[in-house]
């Protein structure tokens, strides 16, 4: 006899009501429609001034049974919140329906399709699904309760834990690039040439080739991949699991190979992860594995019998896509409604578990380089999610209920799943079009200093065609192909080593549970917490990855952005660590760039790069900082860029590359030859770049005033034009067109105004101040005219009317200038 059935009072009734009678008595059967009380209510009419009148209804029950007890009686009142705490009658049913399948109940077969005016239907009962088949049957909350307890109780006896195993990534690497399956039948091809000549009798003397055909020793080189490809499994699977046919038509139109997945479906290729089967024998013998991945139902029995090909393992606990109801999230509540207390998870992603404290993520496997989650390409490639507060327990009166929705929603959720499954169709089409992996190999060959073998133009050594033209040229010197797909994952390891700790804790734990815990029945409901629980443990084991350390996130985070809402945050504090804005003495470690010096001058402060922190909560460890360490500026050695000039700006020309290279010194010379320095030409060259700066000043000056400015704002420098000519310049007409553009770069234009000079420059020349009395007083054309104005002023004019770039207004200002300069020195 089971238990009996609290009933509710319904949401709808016009409250607060008042039992105005009990209709049925108790020991009574009772059918549904049966009457079980009249209320009486107060009912307000909507016209104004009436008042309010006493109106009365009855309440028919829902359920078959015999009424056990009665919760109310006769004169009370109910007001909806009472009516929502408390049952208002207990009634034994002879069948609780609490196991469904296919629309009838499992326990006595009565249709639970039917529904009337109560409002209330059999269906609604048992709305949980607890088993790893779309399918299978589903469970009330009670039923759930009772299964999970069973399990519990099992698994307790048996000492082991609850573990969910994702498979991409996490324990498997797949894809579907036909390049693999070439690299394989490549490395069997040779294998069994191996095995050949091994096996048969060597002859009497060397040759470089067989008498079958096949190659030499030192010719027959093998695929550098085939070491690492030897345990790769291959299953083929029908265009309905490549998702093909949820591809519109006229939508995409496949071509090629395209056609061919269209027909005959997609070859995979998985790749278990080193170490698998010895990370399965031990981890069986602590906990009951399950499955559950973002791959269709026949890629998930497909990838568990090539790496449980017993069915040991796993056993049939299995749950894809298909029985999960979601394509971007995965639910603990979908295997265990009632208590996650006995379960972890291994996943390669957190973001789609938001981060369960149950959770222990992996780092993700990548065999096939740059392939990625081959069964997830519409899931975006971004961060973890940070966790989320986890949801309370189920009420005791209250079963979960699946979330209602309208058909407009319905259909919208549907084409939005296609869409999604379109869109990894199309990414796996074009893995098996492009051929990354091909493509990733030709590219570290051409790394190499010498590339591949073939001289420039011939096709890859890894076309088929490239065979022939490979034996008609010459000969060269053969260079050995490196290895793209490594071997070398030990990422296992690390998560049985976390594993094993979390079910030594756990256990350690339950054993300690006081005498008054271990006489109590286990209740998975209970609120209270208790050591032995995983949602406890793997949170503190979390924590002390970084306890005590003091992070300063120096432009980490946006300044328009909340510290505390950003995902690094939130991490941080997970994995034990105070995350801080401002540099103080708490400080330990310094991230980031700006606040990095104040930080130095502080001292006691470790400044890493933000990777020692990715790294150690990737590997639930605490690194050592020495390798992280951001290096000191100011112990570094002095660059050996050249300095370049302060005064400098952008809108100047350059100087020609070739006017700044530099003879190096000859290698016996160990000192500089005085004797031999022409003192003239560097003068020469001293008092060009002179002159030519004060002309440069001047008119810039100019031009400088004539503007209307602010006292407080620099004015912009204008881009001066380039001229045609230099005072210097000799020939006819000032410049010809030819050598005008040979001389538009300045430095060119002072060497040629240096070369062109002669007379001894005035700089050597001492000047007593009696001297310069006498200099004063002289007349103005008694003075020496300057070398700068030895050419008349009409070449200037000339000059500036053959200039391509000048204006009227720029002819302008020379003139002034020049007139100006020749005044000024005489």
Known sequence: MSSPTDIFLPPTLPYPIKVTSLDVQLGATVQRGTRLLTYSFLYSSPATGSKPETRFGTWDCSIEGTVESWRVKF????????????????????????????????????????????????????????????????????????????????????????????LDQTIVHATVDPTVGEWIAEGEAWEARQTKKGSTTPKDGPSDDDSDGTASDAEDECNPNWEALQDVRKFRLGPESFGILSVPRGGHKGKGKQKLIENEGCMYYIKPRPGTQEFFRNISTKYEMHVYTMGTRAYAEEVCAAIDPDGKIFGGRILSRDESGSLTQKSLQRLF?????????????????????????????????????????????????????????????????????????????????????????????????????????????????????????????????????????????????????????????????????????????????????????????LTRSKAHDVTRIIPQMRMDTLQGVHILFSSVIPLDTKPETTEIWKIAHMFGAQCYTELSSRITHVHGTVKVDAARKRGGIKIVWLSWFTDSIALWRRQDETPYLLDDPSAAAPSSSPILDPHQISSDPEPDADDWDVEPAPAGSASLELHDIDWNDINDEVEAAMNESDDEDDAMSERSSARSVSPNTTPRLKRKRLRSVTPSDGGTNGVGDRQGDALRSPLAKRKKLAASRSGASKLKEAVTADELVDTESLSDHSRKPSPLLSVPLKSFEEGAEDDDYADDGDDEDDDWLAHELEVDWG
Not at 83 to 92: E, G, L, N, S
Not at 146 to 162: G, N, P, Q
Not at 472 to 483: D, G, I, L, Q
Request: hydrophobic share 30%.
């Open 75 to 166: 004169g009370d009142s109910i007001s909806a919140q009472k009516a929502k705490q408390r049952p208002i009658i207990c009634i034994t049913e002879p069948c609780k329906h609490g196991v469904q399948i296919g629309g009838l109940c499992g326990l006595c077969g009565k249709d639970m399709t039917e529904f009337d005016y109560t409002g209330f239907s059999d269906a609604s009962r048992a709305s949980i699904q607890m088993t790893h088949s779309a399918f299978g049957p589903t469970v009330s909350l009670e039923e759930a309760r009772r299964i999970e307890k069973e399990t519990a109780d099992h698994l307790l006896k048996s000492r082991k834990l609850s573990l969910i195993v994702d």
């Open 337 to 525: 409604p009632c208590d996650t207390s006995m379960v972890v998870i291994i996943d390669d992603r957190a973001d789609v578990w938001e981060w369960s404290p149950n959770l222990i993520k992996v780092i993700p496997y990548d065999f096939f380089v740059g392939i990625g989650d081959i069964n997830s390409a519409f899931l975006p490639k971004i961060e973890p999610l940070a966790p989320t507060p986890s949801s309370p327990p189920v009420s005791d009166f209250e079963a979960p209920s699946l979330p209602t929705s309208t058909p407009e929603e319905r259909e919208k959720a549907e084409m939005e799943s296609k869409a999604m499954l379109t869109q990894n169709s199309m990414a796996l089409e074009a893995q098996v079009e492009e051929r990354p992996l091909a493509k990733k190999q030709e590219a570290l060959l051409e790394s190499d200093g010498t590339g591949s073998t073939t001289p420039p133009g011939d096709p890859s050594p890894l076309h088929p065609k490239s065979d022939m033209k490979a034996a008609e040229s010459p000969k060269t010197e053969k260079v050995p192909r490196k290895a793209l797909l490594k071997n070398d994952d030990a990422e296992l390891q690390r998560v049985g080593y976390l594993l094993g700790e979390v079910h030594r804790r756990f256990f350690t734990s339950y054993d300690n549970r006081s005498p008054e815990d271990r006489g109590k029945k286990r209740r998975p409901t």
